[in-house]
């Protein structure tokens, strides 16, 4: 990753105009050219390939999880895929691609998205932080320098708060009148100063990338194929649904 990186770096140094940002590396070239001459900058080469990585890492998998059990809950739920169905038809069509404007008029696909990100829990434990001093949090007494690790499921399943916690129900983010709405207790990009810094990306990309599949194609299960579960998971980066197989027959 480092070496395919390190080659984009070096074409983007060639054709580097401080005037025309075209992306993250030449804004941090040009920060960098201006830290020149600071010590301690962070502007240094091996920091932004970090920062790279970083992006990568975090960038990619996420997204890509969450589609994968978005596909997954769709072939399980055929009578929410058709619903789907019917709202990409009425609002976008077939003529054209999505938008992200379309998502104000498909309250139903923007519940469905978001039932998928409650209910796959991709990151349940968030990342890990350190009290950088001590502090109190409703009556607990956390010193410097504890490691705290945020339950993200504990919010996303909350018995109390959703109607079917465990089970895929789009009319968590619908209210009577069918317009979206959004607990608070939706947090898959946690919270706080820390939270997601690519929130905003990753919400455009479900909804492109989701409604792009299902504009063109129904989605199933195979003939005589057991029925994939999503109440288990593999846990790497990302808790990932098992591998399963699906059917996607162009509409
Ligand atoms: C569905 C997709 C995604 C989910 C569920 C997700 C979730 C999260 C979570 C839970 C955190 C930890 C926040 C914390 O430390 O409290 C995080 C951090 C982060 N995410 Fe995402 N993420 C997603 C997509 C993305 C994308 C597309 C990018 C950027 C390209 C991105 C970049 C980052 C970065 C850089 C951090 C670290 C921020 C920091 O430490 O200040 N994420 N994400």
Known sequence: MAQFLQEIITSHKESWDPNYTRDFIDAFLT?????????????LEDKMITSLLGLFAAGTETTSTTINWG????????????????????????????????????PFTNAVIHETQRLGNIVPISLPHEAYRDTTVMGYTIPKGTMIIPNISSA??????????????????LDSDGKFVKPEAFIPFS?????CLGEQLAKTELFIFFTSILQRFTLFLPENEARPSYKEAQFGITLCPLPYRLRAKAR
């Open 156 to 173: 996303l399943l909350d018995e109390d708060i959703w109607l079917t916690p465990h089970q895929f129900n789009p009319g968590h983010f």
């Open 31 to 43: 920060q960098q050219e201006k830290m020149r001459n600071t010590p301690n900058t962070s502007f």
């Open 191 to 195: 919270a706080g100063h820390r939270v």
């Open 71 to 106: 596909l997954l809950f769709m072939v399980l739920h055929p009578d929410v895929q058709s619903r789907v169905h019917e709202e990409i038809d009425r609002v976008i069509g077939k003529g054209r691609r999505p938008r992200l404007e379309d998502r104000e008029e498909m």
